[in-house]
Structure formats: C-alpha cells, structure tokens
C-alpha cells in the first residue's frame, strides 16, 4: 500500500486524535471539577474515561506512523466547564456520539481503500464509544429520575465526610 492509498485513512486517523486529545482534556477538567465537588465516585469513573481516550489517542498515533504519516498532537478544542451534571452529561454525549459517527464512516473509508488494518481500529474504537454513549444515557435518565441531590449523595465515597 501505497502513502497515496492511505492519504484518506491519514487524514481520518488524525482527525480522530484531535478528537480524542479534545476528549482526554475534557475529561481531565471534569475529573477536577467533579473532584471539587466532592463526587469522588464520579470524579474516578472520568479518570477512567480518559485513561480509555488516552489509550485510544495512542492506538492513533501509531496507526499514523505506521502508515507513513507524521501525526499532529493537538486538540481539535479547548475543554469546556459545565456548570452542572446534566450539562457535563450532555456535552459530553453529543460528542461522544459525533465520534461514534465519524469512527463509523472512517472505518467505511479505509474498507474502500482497502487499509483493513485503519478499517478495524476504527470499528473497535466506534464500538468503545458507544459503550461511552451507553454509560452516559443512563446517567442523564438516573438524574432525572433520582434529581441531582440524590444523585450526588450517590456518587460520593463518604457523603458524611463532604
């Protein structure tokens, strides 16, 4: 395969890990600001969110560098601070379901340019994020439905202790 043969899958792979350097910096404010707001719990599960963005940015790179391309490390945007939980959860859905949809027609792409190797770290890493979207719609329906005090007494280690 040529570079010219993968141009396309170069170009997807390093829009995604603009996309996920963006998503490893929002999630690094959210756990901070969760963090501050006593949401121990909560504050651990966006660590791990950002250590799987974090993991997903490096399974870019040497894509990239495997293919012969130079990978660019910048964010596609700065983080943006939510001033409550359903506006963290929301953001944080909307583009998680952008890059579900961006992954999905880069995998598409890289099957047509015959990169099988682009094609299937787009599919797994698609598939990852729609674990995201899931987790992140529970979380919107259990804050409507428990309301955000008892939701944040749920999401703290020691509610006592805040």
Same mark, same amino acid.
């Given at each position: 395969?040529?570079? *010219?043969?993968?141009?396309? *899958?170069?170009?997807?792979?390093?829009?995604?890990?603009?996309?996920?350097?963006?998503?490893?910096?929002?999630?690094?404010?959210?756990?901070?600001?969760?963090?501050?707001? $006593?949401?121990?719990?909560?504050?651990?599960?966006?660590?791990?969110?950002?250590?799987?963005?974090? $993991?997903?940015?490096?399974?870019?790179?040497?894509?990239?560098?495997?293919?012969? $391309?130079?990978?660019?490390?910048?964010?596609?945007?700065?983080?943006?601070q939510a001033k409550g939980l359903d506006a963290l959860f929301r953001a944080d859905l909307g583009e998680e379901r952008g890059a579900v949809q961006f992954y999905t027609q880069a995998a598409q792409d890289a099957a047509k340019d015959n990169d099988i190797g682009t094609a299937r770290l787009f599919e797994d890493i698609a598939i990852e994020e729609e674990g995201h979207v899931d987790w992140l719609t529970r979380q919107i329906s259990m804050l409507e439905k428990m309301g955000e005090p008892t939701y944040m007494l749920a999401q703290m280690e020691d509610p006592q202790a805040a």
């Open positions: 395969m040529t570079n *010219s043969d993968t141009s396309k *899958s170069i170009e997807n792979l390093q829009t995604a890990l603009s996309m996920e350097l963006t998503a490893i910096q929002q999630y690094l404010l959210h756990t901070h600001v969760l963090d501050d707001w $006593g949401l121990d719990r909560l504050a651990n599960r966006m660590r791990e969110e950002m250590g799987e963005e974090l $993991g997903h940015a490096g399974r870019f790179i040497d894509r990239i560098l495997y293919l012969e $391309g130079l990978p660019k490390v910048e964010a596609a945007k700065a983080p943006t």
